[in-house]
């Protein structure tokens, strides 16, 4: 969309630089562009009004393209008085939407009903009117079974591209599926024109279709969505079901035994390909308690020390502290953090910092520990004698660790988990 403002103000500033005699003549120019495309669209054609009539005579009535449509405004409707707002990533999983966390934990049928929700209003309508004339045509050409079936099995192809290229993220809307009626539509045209008959698409009803399908692909291609490498697999799908089905559609639908034998292998390759996606760890929650656990014992610390200040505790009784209540609590968020099963491989690094954080505030509590005892005394960094840093490296050891569990900590808390 950001693309798209850009080359709408270049635009307007090349218009506005030219001079009047030139912008006229465009505005001319385009103004006839316009016109001729209208003419063009609107203009009766023999060869269009015979396919038609053949495909009303193969199909009378089409139901299956008006209940896909009916479906995705019907979600779209809910949504709009649903609670949530429109974009929200919250929302579209609340609707359907094909979320990493959910889908990858069982949640399966997400990969279906995300193809029903949408963004908003433009994302809808653009997807809508991005299949709903080939799906006409293909609904009578081919038989609503084969529509339907296409476009449910590109659907789900795509949310399972999306979620191994876009792995945190929530996908959601019909392109994927609208790509595989695309595939289907060139398969079928294809094997029409190799064995032509009355119900071969003619090249004008192509022409008729490319303004309805040049906006709906740049639309997908200008917004940059999630699902671009999810909508080339949905396109790949459709031309090999296209391929595989319609090898007779010039003589006859396709049989039924082929059709349920072509989604039933479509079917079991979605299940395999699903299965090395199975099972995957929110580390959100975990990383959350571990900075929980950072504030808590550095609060129980700073208390204590106040008291140790104020002559109220031991230097012993300090390093006590540190040895039975902020080790422990550090030592279970290790334990916790190498537990995680299942980690998305965006995760993992954020994970290893968050580990590394833990073991260095381990070592720097025990180092810590260890001077109150021997000094007596708290660590402060440029107070020590050089007869102290000759003797002792445990306090330049400290600040280093110190210093690196810092950093990590900086990296975790500064993470944007989606």
């Known amino acids: 969309m950001v693309t798209l403002v850009g080359l709408l103000l270049v635009a307007g500033l090349v218009f506005y630089a030219i001079a009047p005699e030139a912008r006229d003549q465009l505005i001319r120019v385009v103004v006839g562009s316009i016109g001729l495309a209208k003419h063009e669209a609107t203009r009766v054609r023999p060869e269009c009004e015979r396919f038609r009539a053949a495909l009303r005579e193969r199909t009378p009535r089409a139901v299956a393209t008006p209940a896909l449509v009916a479906l995705n405004l019907g979600v779209f409707v809910l949504m709009l008085f649903g609670g949530g707002t429109f974009g929200d990533a919250k929302t579209l999983v609340d609707w359907g939407g094909n979320s990493w966390l959910q889908t990858r934990n069982g949640e399966w049928w997400r990969l279906i009903t995300a193809i029903f929700v949408h963004t908003g209003l433009l994302h809808l309508l653009v997807n809508v009117a991005g299949f709903v004339q080939i799906s006409l045509i293909l609904e009578r050409l081919v038989g609503p079974a084969i529509l339907v079936a296409v476009f449910v099995i590109a659907g789900v192809f795509g949310n399972l591209v999306n979620l191994v290229a876009h792995p945190m993220t929530t996908s959601v809307g019909a392109s994927g599926a609208a790509y595989g009626l695309y595939g289907l539509l060139f398969a079928s045209a294809i094997w029409g024109h190799r064995h032509r008959s009355s119900v071969t698409i003619p090249l004008t009803v192509i022409k008729q279709l490319s303004p309805a399908a040049a906006v709906f692909f740049l639309y997908n291609l200008v917004t940059d969505s999630v699902g671009s490498s999810g909508e080339l697999a949905a396109l790949v799908v459709g031309l090999v079901c296209g391929g595989v089905l319609t090898r007779e559609v010039s003589e006859h639908k396709p049989a039924t035994r082929r059709v349920a034998h072509t989604m039933a292998g479509a079917l079991v390759l979605a299940v395999l390909s699903a299965i090395p996606l199975r099972g995957v760890t929110d580390v959100r929650p975990e990383l959350e308690r571990t900075l929980a656990t950072e504030d808590r014992t550095a609060d129980a610390y700073r208390k204590a020390s106040d008291r140790f200040k104020s002559g109220q505790m031991t230097a012993n009784a300090l390093a006590g502290l540190i040895d039975k209540t902020i080790v422990p609590e550090l030592q279970v968020s290790e334990a916790r953090l190498k537990a995680l099963t299942g980690v998305p491989e ?34 402060r960094r440029g107070n020590e004698t050089a007869q102290h840093r000759a003797n002792n490296r445990m306090i330049a050891e400290a600040e280093v660790t110190e210093r690196a569990a810092l950093e990590a900590l900086q990296k975790i808390q500064s993470s944007n988990l989606k």
């Open 346 to 379: 965006s995760h993992q690094p954020l994970v290893a910092t968050a580990e590394e954080y833990v073991q260095l505030r381990l070592e720097s509590w025990r180092l810590r520990a260890e001077w109150l005892r021997k000094a007596g005394k708290l660590p």
